[in-house]
């Protein structure tokens, strides 16, 4: 049962950084793509859409380097038997919530009232 969760984390953890790889390498794209559009006009009407497409990559990276961190946590909780258990108020995470999101931390009741 641990195995097979743990092996799920695992893959998640694995697409995450894979993910977050592909965002490294567009990000670079952009920053090269800005430096040759400077090259040529320094008034690109492109800087703006350049300027978003940099806080998308960012805040999307963002997301992925939180998702790892997650996972690696609920690893962690895995790994000293508190697995399952909301770090919270300590109550059971509901099983089909560790299914939908197996990193989750918290338990239904506390992620609805931190969201609010
Ligand atoms: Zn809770």
Redesign the pocket.
Same mark, same amino acid.
């Given at each position: 049962m641990d195995e097979e969760i743990r092996a799920r984390l695992l893959k998640e953890r694995a697409d995450a950084v894979a993910r977050l790889r592909g965002l490294v390498v567009s990000f670079d794209d952009i920053v090269e793509a800005a430096r040759d559009s400077n090259l040529d006009d320094e008034h690109d009407p492109e800087g703006t859409t350049i300027a978003a497409e940099r806080s998308l990559v960012g805040s999307l990276a963002d997301a992925n380097e939180r998702q790892v961190a997650e996972i690696d946590a609920a690893l962690a909780r895995l790994a000293v038997g508190t697995y399952g258990r *909301?770090v919270? *108020?300590g109550?059971d995470i509901a099983p089909g919530r560790l299914e939908a999101r197996p990193s989750t931390p918290? *338990?239904i009741? *506390?992620a609805a009232s931190s969201n609010s």
């Open positions: *909301c919270r *108020c109550g918290v *338990c009741t *506390c």
